[in-house]
């Protein structure tokens, strides 16, 4: 190793150090690095082509490095708020048939250079291959060869990505993989071009294409094109395969312990997700979606303290992005601290009131209304309804509606959705006419019911409105309700029948096995229907656990059950608070549910 490059690397080093926070003895940890564009200073347009080269082919080798993440930025700016500690930038020129490079690595928080190096090319366009290697090196002396020797493959990566056409990115992709057929990051490039124009089938064509190259295309490679083509396929088994193959490759790419993670959850494997959060946290510590992920995890586990905690460290990396507040929000909710939980959520809109169309403000009202306070609720309703307004929510008028009902206000919530059903406003009255059809079996009007779902069965095809009306079917026990396939569906449908003939001990063994396969943060519906038939059976103590938790609140569309489980859920929960003798609390919450059932008629 040359003195030069030994004074840089050591520069690199104590910076690195410094900016994660850790010593040599410590676990290593990533390292954010961004590369800016190399500027041509040749004064020859032809040369275009070499500063994008030269940052494919550097990120290309940097990223295969367990501590580093290398990512292509136009600007220092870009690079800070993606959270690069140190940049990468510099230009070329050239002297006779070579290209000389001047580049430099400074911080992005004080623009302090910390090494600089000039580098020269073989003669010949030959000489891109070792300048990359070179330039690699300069950053990272462990960096791994290109996993190409072709420069054309390269060059024409770059040009692909660079091109203002589709037909130019297309035709530069080609002439890479005649090049060299085993380059996979070309095929992965090719693809992406392709989904950017839409062209889905012509995509998957690329990716089968590499794929039947087989072992010429490396392992790590071979698991992004499949993960791509799982992706484009919506082949969620070979989607799981390919990310959990990836991760196993690339521990510390906290992006794919993130989805892995996600995909765990979603096959009810919370704890199994959690600790894969907590491991991916310890290696990267400034990825926001990571400590996200990391608090809803620990929320489903009913860890108060940690999930707090997690969300701290996001709103560190993310102190001026509503998500934070909105995720606040959500975990509070979800721990029963309703005002804590609205506070958040107005803080959220606040900061940006386009997040979620606004809908953080809907999840205040939510949040509101378990604390009892109806004014206070419809008054952020309000402000909700009005922005949407504004915006043309073809369903602002449905979501007025069922909140009215939900609320209490029942003939003046029945009264607006009837108006609904009847306007002929296309998907949105079947969804109205499906919402009634459930209000009118709960309330005693079973022939009603049936009729209006049947009625949306034979017109509609929303998928919302469908399978309100044939929650409607099996419930009522309706003629043909057994067509229903098996499954959580056709489940859900039977223990609702059940409760509405007052079988609680039957539809508490149908609910039991519901209840533990949905995700803790959506479960609170199941959660009441599961505690209401428990207590009714004689089993409250058994009900306790699920009216201790409430899930997370909708976005703005409430689920077809909330105005079956709420404000029940208060009573359930008052119910269980005086069996465990703690009286005072139970008419506390009692007083609540009063106030909101006041107005029901």
Not at 71 to 85: T, V
Not at 432 to 454: C, F, H, I, P, Q
Not at 477 to 496: D, H, T
């Given at each position: 190793m040359s003195s030069s490059l030994l004074r840089g690397w050591l520069l690199f080093t104590a910076a690195w150090l410094a900016a994660a926070g850790c010593s040599p003895s410590r676990p290593q940890t990533v390292q954010r690095l961004a590369v800016l564009p190399f500027e041509n200073l040749s004064g020859d347009p032809s040369l275009d082509w070499v500063g994008p080269a030269l940052r494919e082919g550097i990120v290309l080798q940097l990223n295969?490095?367990?501590?580093?993440?290398?990512?292509?930025?136009?600007?220092?700016?870009?690079?800070?708020?993606?959270?690069?500690?140190?940049?990468?930038?510099?230009?070329?020129?050239?002297?006779?048939?070579?290209?000389?490079?001047?580049?430099?690595?400074?911080?992005?928080?004080?623009?302090?250079?910390?090494?600089?190096?000039?580098?020269?090319?073989?003669?010949?366009?030959?000489?891109?291959?070792?300048?990359?290697?070179?330039?690699?090196?300069?950053?990272?002396?462990?960096?791994?060869p290109l996993e190409t020797s072709s420069p054309a493959a390269l060059r024409a990566l770059a040009v692909g990505r660079i091109s203002p056409t589709l037909a130019a990115a297309v035709e530069a992709f080609e002439r890479g993989a005649q090049a060299d057929p085993g380059f996979g990051p070309l095929y992965i490039a090719w693809a992406q071009a392709l989904l950017q124009h839409n062209q889905s089938a012509a995509a998957l064509g690329v990716l089968r294409r590499a794929q039947e190259l087989g072992e010429r295309i490396p392992a790590r490679r071979r698991a992004e094109i499949a993960m791509l083509r799982a992706r484009v396929e919506g082949d969620r088994a070979a989607l799981r395969k390919a990310v959990a193959e990836l991760a196993a490759m690339t521990p510390s790419d906290t992006g794919l312990q993130v989805e892995l993670s996600r995909q765990e959850a979603a096959e009810g494997n919370y704890d199994a997700g959690a600790q894969r959060l907590r491991r991916a946290v310890q290696v990267d510590r400034e990825e926001p979606s990571a400590w996200n992920d990391l608090a809803y995890a620990e929320a489903r586990l009913g860890r108060r303290a940690e999930a707090q905690a997690a969300l701290a460290a996001y709103q560190r990396l993310a102190p001026r992005e509503a998500n934070p507040l909105d995720s606040l929000g959500d975990i509070c909710y979800h721990f029963g601290e309703f005002d804590a939980a609205a506070k958040a959520y107005q803080e959220a809109f606040d900061r940006d009131p386009s997040f979620l169309g606004g809908a953080t403000l809907y999840k205040a009202a939510r949040a509101k209304l378990m604390l009892g306070d109806v004014s206070g609720a419809q008054e952020i309703l309000r402000r909700y309804l009005e922005l949407r307004r504004r915006g043309a929510d073809p369903l602002v008028d449905f979501v007025h509606a069922d909140w009215l009902y939900l609320a209490g206000e029942r003939q003046e919530g029945r009264r607006l959705m009837e108006a609904l059903a009847?306007?002929?406003?296309?998907?949105?009255?079947?969804?109205?006419?499906?919402?009634?059809?459930?209000?009118?079996?709960?309330?005693?009007?079973?022939?009603?019911?049936?009729?209006?779902?049947?009625?949306?069965?034979?017109?509609?095809?929303?998928?919302?409105?469908?399978?309100?009306?044939?929650?409607?079917?099996?419930?009522?026990?309706?003629?043909?309700?057994?067509?229903?396939?098996?499954?959580?569906?056709?489940?859900?449908?039977?223990?609702?029948?059940?409760?509405?003939d007052r079988r609680f001990d039957q539809a508490a063994q149908i609910l039991k096995p519901l209840h533990q396969s949905t995700d803790p943060l959506s479960q609170d519906q199941l959660g009441a229907l599961l505690a209401w038939a428990l207590i009714e059976a004689g089993q409250t103590a058994e009900a306790a656990p699920l009216v201790a938790m409430h899930g997370t609140p909708p976005a703005g569309l409430e689920p077809p059950l909330s105005f079956w489980t709420f404000p029940r859920v208060l009573e359930l929960k008052a119910k269980v608070l005086a069996a465990q003798g703690r009286r005072r609390e139970a008419e506390q919450l009692e007083a609540v549910y009063r106030r909101i059932t006041s107005g029901v008629r």
């Open positions: 295969t490095l367990p501590h580093l993440r290398a990512g292509m930025f136009q600007n220092a700016r870009d690079a800070a708020s993606a959270r690069a500690r140190i940049v990468v930038a510099g230009y070329f020129v050239r002297t006779g048939s070579r290209l000389r490079l001047e580049a430099e690595q400074r911080r992005t928080d004080t623009g302090k250079v910390l090494a600089r190096r000039r580098l020269e090319s073989p003669a010949g366009s030959e000489g891109i291959l070792p300048l990359c290697a070179e330039l690699a090196r300069f950053l990272d002396p462990s960096a791994p009847g306007s002929g406003a296309g998907e949105v009255s079947e969804l109205a006419r499906s919402r009634l059809a459930l209000w009118n079996l709960t309330s005693g009007r079973k022939d009603e019911a049936v009729s209006l779902a049947r009625g949306v069965l034979q017109r509609s095809q929303a998928p919302a409105a469908r399978s309100a009306a044939l929650l409607v079917v099996v419930i009522a026990g309706a003629p043909g309700w057994e067509g229903v396939p098996e499954g959580l569906f056709r489940s859900l449908g039977l223990a609702c029948r059940a409760l509405l």
